[in-house]
């Protein structure tokens, strides 16, 4: 076989056109590299001075411009303002004694984030039982309170703490449970002062009495510390501090001793006669400051686990009450002071029924003709009604209203009402014979004594005060003549005397001068089967000193009428107030 022929290729015809390029020598290729080198560098080179530039820029903005704000964002990491409580001022007795004042205990709180991050969390049951135990909370309660909030640096467990117990809350050795310094008011009178003095919240401001009343005058102004902390929460630095200001002491004109005296006596009374309550109000003539003011049921400040609102009511201000026949020598002073009868004129009480239109007015027993004196001896309901139907209804309303009747008392005391005053433009011959012996007003118990206390200042109205020294800026203002008022006061003794209805008032070597007064207690329909029983009055009548209020509201038992149930208590606490006062006795030795 022959081989085959194979073709021999023609080269294409190369193109004279093209244009070829030079062949690259050494020279030129390290030039073309080095100027790659040099356009990177210079492109690295810009940004990084471009970014150096914006540091720099961002640095001086910070430094120069807008420097607070790093600063208060480290702040906020590392300083902490701490409050510097200032000291409650100290309430004292007219004579100094303390009956409020401040103690230092600690406040309990739990940090549980680091409870769970540095401690061993709630592992040990037992301790965290033990602290449940003293703080007297619930166990599992407060496992569980901080065990949902793990992620919070701070929430209380107990307010004001005591030492004894805060020292066994530090031999627990829990981790994440700290203590802070505060004070907590402390009151050594007990229930005893308690409706005057008040409380104070945990947050150390007043909430009831006096506390409340003078809050701002107590308290004072906080101080407080600024620090800076390291991360462990030790304090680095102190920053600043700023310098509070401590509550300012208050002097009232209270007697702790005739305070104690009365209090014992009202809560014997109301425990005797199984009444509801009872009060007593006991107030200086001369300068109408309050000795006494006492209730009863009352509370221990000291223990919170009686702070129920029927045991913190001070009736002597916020309960109102028809004062019956107590309210009797303020209609025989107008009839003095208008002219309508004297000292002498005779009243016809007939056989002890009057009959006003298709009512009747009654004694308790027949009375006859009589004189002003013993229409208040005998306590004539008849001769009243007849003496206030006989003068200007106005003369009547306006004596009222001088005495104190229907106004607040200036003391300032939280819960105080003005009582119920009548405003009527017509008036029956039947509601004016009863406005006369003490139906269709209502009186607080300190309204009553501060109008005895004006008798006892011979129709001088001394404004009402409890603080020393604070009056309200009131001036005194007579509201009787000295003569009319003196007569009066003879009437008044006369009642306390053989023949008349407060003879158990009366105190051995002191001259008396008393009102008892029983009404019914308004409901509804009418008026109820309970009894409100009162005694007001002065002593010494020579020369008075101590005007005085005793309530007994709703007694039990047969025995009701104020001669019989408030009379004798009155007597007993105006004995003891007359010796404390150191008052010299002005009656007869066979007195």
């Given at each position: 076989m022959k ?13 004279k056109?093209?244009r ?10 390290e030039?073309?590299e ?18 150096l ?5 961002r ?30 001022g ?15 205990v ?7 984030k ?5 401690g ?19 166990r ?6 901080i065990?949902?909030?793990?992620h919070?640096r701070f929430?209380?467990?107990?307010r ?11 031999e627990l ?9 505060e004070s ?18 945990v ?5 009831e009495?006096?506390?409340k009343?003078?809050?701002k005058w ?7 510390r600024?620090?800076r ?13 700023k310098?509070?200001q ?7 004109t209270?007697?702790q001793r ?30 109408g ?10 509370y221990n ?9 029927f ?32 000292e002498h004129?005779?009243v ?31 306590s004539?309901n008849?001769g009243v009604a007849?003496?206030a139907l ?6 009547l309303?306006?004596?009222?209203s001088?005495v ?13 009402t003005?009582?119920l005053?009548?405003?009527?433009r ?5 509601e004016?014979?009863t ?16 109008a005895?206390?004006t ?17 309200g800026?009131?001036?005194p ?9 003196a ?6 003794e ?22 008892t ?26 020369h008075?000193?101590?005007?005085m ?11 009701y009428?104020?001669g019989?149930?408030?009379?004798p208590?009155?007597g007993?606490?105006m ?8 008052v ?8």
């Amino acid at each position: 076989m022959k081989p085959k022929k194979v073709a021999a290729k023609k080269s294409k015809p190369k193109n004279k056109n093209k244009r070829v390029a030079p062949k690259k020598t050494p020279a030129m290729t390290e030039v073309m590299e080095s100027g790659i080198i040099r356009w990177r560098y210079m492109t690295v080179l810009a940004f990084v001075l471009l970014l150096l530039g914006s540091l720099v820029a961002r640095v001086a903005y910070i430094q120069i411009i807008e420097p607070g704000t790093l600063i208060k964002q480290s702040d906020m990491r590392s300083v902490r303002v701490h409050a510097v409580r200032s000291a409650r001022g100290i309430i004292s007795d007219r004579n100094g004694e303390q009956i409020a004042i401040s103690v230092p205990v600690q406040a309990v709180y739990a940090d549980p984030k680091t409870i769970f991050e540095k401690g061993d969390g709630l592992q040990d049951v037992k301790r965290w039982h033990a602290l449940a135990d003293v703080l007297h909370l619930d166990r599992d309660e407060l496992i569980h309170r901080i065990d949902s909030h793990k992620h919070r640096r701070f929430i209380y467990l107990q307010r004001q703490v005591s030492p004894a117990m805060a020292k066994y809350i530090k031999e627990l050795k829990l981790k994440g449970i700290g203590m802070s310094s505060e004070s907590r008011r402390y009151y050594p009178a007990g229930e005893v002062s308690a409706h005057i003095v008040g409380i104070t919240g945990v947050d150390g401001h007043g909430q009831e009495g006096i506390e409340k009343s003078f809050d701002k005058w107590l308290s004072g102004s906080d101080g407080s510390r600024k620090v800076r902390k390291d991360r462990d929460g030790r304090v680095v630095e102190n920053i600043s501090s700023k310098q509070g200001q401590q509550g300012k002491p208050l002097k009232l004109t209270i007697d702790q001793r005739i305070q104690a005296i009365a209090y014992r006596a009202i809560k014997q009374a109301v425990a005797d006669h199984r009444a509801t309550s009872g009060t007593i109000v006991m107030i200086d003539v001369q300068t109408g400051g309050v000795l006494a003011m006492v209730n009863a049921p009352s509370y221990n400040p000291n223990a919170r686990d009686q702070l129920q609102t029927f045991r913190m009511r001070n009736r002597a201000i916020t309960d109102a009450i028809e004062p019956g026949s107590s309210i009797k020598p303020f209609v025989v002073l107008t009839a003095l002071e208008t002219g309508t009868a004297d000292e002498h004129t005779i009243v016809d009480t007939g056989n002890g029924f009057f009959r006003i239109g298709g009512s009747r007015v009654r004694d308790g027993s027949p009375v006859g003709k009589a004189d002003l004196k013993t229409i208040l001896q005998k306590s004539s309901n008849v001769g009243v009604a007849k003496l206030a139907l006989g003068m200007p209804l106005e003369a009547l309303l306006g004596t009222y209203s001088s005495v104190g009747f229907g106004s607040m008392s200036g003391l300032n005391l939280v819960g105080e009402t003005a009582g119920l005053f009548p405003n009527r433009r017509r008036w029956s011959k039947f509601e004016i014979a009863t406005l006369a012996f003490g139906y269709g007003i209502a009186l607080t118990p300190l309204q009553l004594a501060h109008a005895y206390a004006t008798l006892g200042n011979y129709g001088m109205d001394m404004p009402l005060h409890i603080v020393q020294g604070q009056t309200g800026g009131l001036e005194p203002k007579r509201i009787a003549s000295k003569e009319n008022v003196a007569k009066l006061l003879l009437m008044l003794e006369a009642v306390t005397q053989p023949g008349g209805s407060a003879i158990h008032a009366r105190v051995p070597g002191y001259r008396v001068g008393a009102k008892t007064g029983t009404s019914r207690k308004a409901n509804s329909g009418g008026y109820s089967d309970e009894y409100v029983s009162l005694t007001a009055g002065l002593a010494p009548i020579s020369h008075p000193r101590i005007a005085m209020v005793v309530v007994v509201n709703e007694p039990q038992g047969d025995e009701y009428y104020g001669g019989a149930v408030a009379a004798p208590v009155f007597g007993e606490v105006m004995k003891g107030a007359l010796q404390i006062l150191n008052v010299t006795p002005d009656a007869a030795k066979d007195n």
